[in-house]
């Protein structure tokens, strides 16, 4: 009989192919990271095994997270389809966590969010749901617009921690992020820096850190932080241009207007990630800060033009 293969934190990943299994899971560490290239890994795991579920499964999520619904829609069909054809089969964790992930991307927060809160009250350790939490909860998206999502949010993955605080950095990541975001900056900053530890280019552990700076009133800490962190970062992950976005607000906030004027034009801006929908929160409240920390008017020489984000911010008016 052949043996399936365990993930770093000894759940069931249902594959026959080992490599496929590391691919996945090189994959799944770089997406709940916010690092460049899971859709690379998830892709070579099921060139490895077309059959790997889990696989097509997270390309879907990654996939949404890009916003790109009709590409999620297809990859989640392919894992319910690699799910019923696998010659490993499934496992019910697993086809729970496709189920949660589905729900989301068809727009059912609702449904996705009230799966998720039974899912990990059975599986703690299971950090995909976690993150997908995160998202409905923060983002409000998918209807669910939870207005308490703080503490509601913190709540949940209290019911996680005697299993993950020892050894599972993307649960310290999150559980650090709901901390500072209710207040416990300390605790955040703590549950960070271990998250940190166990994985030092994890940038949603990373994203706390500048927070924490930021409560703080330490700008100067936050971009000496900041700038040797990113410095180490692979630059074309999603997490850089935010990250880039917090550095340069701390050192609009030390009096360096050069320097925050240079990192918008080279990593902020939205030509640098090809006019993406994701930078307009950035790099709108970027100009509008530098109008504020400046004293300057929009037609100042020195401040960045506007051109190239209006387009992004019409459709929406």
């Keep these: 009989m052949s043996t399936l293969f365990k993930d770093r934190y000894g759940m069931t990943i249902s594959t026959l192919h080992p490599q496929a299994a590391e691919r996945w899971q090189e994959g799944l560490d770089r997406l709940l990271s916010q690092n460049a290239g899971p859709e690379t890994k998830f892709q070579e795991a099921i060139a490895l095994d077309g059959d790997l579920a889990m696989a097509h499964g997270c390309l879907a999520f990654w996939y949404m997270q890009r916003a790109r619904p009709e590409d999620a829609r297809a990859s989640m069909q392919r894992a319910f389809s690699s799910a019923a054809a696998g010659a490993a089969g499934i496992t019910r964790r697993e086809r729970q966590q496709l189920e949660a992930t589905h729900l989301w991307i068809q727009g059912e927060g609702l449904q996705a969010l009230a799966l998720l809160k039974a899912h990990l009250a059975e599986f703690p350790r299971d950090a995909l749901l976690m993150r997908l939490a995160h998202l409905l909860y923060n983002r409000g ?29 993307a649960f310290l990541a999150e559980y650090a992020w709901a901390h500072h975001e209710t207040g416990a900056i300390d605790a955040a900053m703590r549950l960070a820096q271990r998250s940190l530890d166990l994985n030092p280019t994890n940038a949603v552990a990373v994203h706390s850190v500048a927070h924490v700076y ?16 990113l410095a180490g970062f692979d630059c074309p992950a999603s997490s ?68 190239d984000v209006r387009p992004l911010a019409t459709p929406m008016a």
Excluded at 268 to 291: C, G, H, M, N
């Design 214 to 229: 930021f409560e703080r009133g330490d700008a100067a800490a936050g971009a000496d932080f900041l700038r040797t962190w």
């Design 141 to 169: 998206c998918s209807s669910v617009g939870e207005p308490n999502f703080p503490p509601v949010f913190l709540e949940l993955l209290h019911g996680s921690a005697p299993q993950c605080e020892d050894d599972n950095w």
């Design 240 to 307: 850089y241009v935010h990250l880039s976005w917090h550095l340069a607000l701390f050192e609009l906030a030390l009096g360096q207007y050069q320097r925050a004027i240079e990192r918008y034009e080279q990593d902020i801006r939205p030509y640098v990630v090809a006019k993406s929908i994701a930078t307009l929160p950035d790099s709108a409240s970027f100009l509008w800060r530098v109008q504020m920390y400046s004293g300057t008017r929009l037609s100042h020489p020195a401040a960045p033009p506007w051109e």
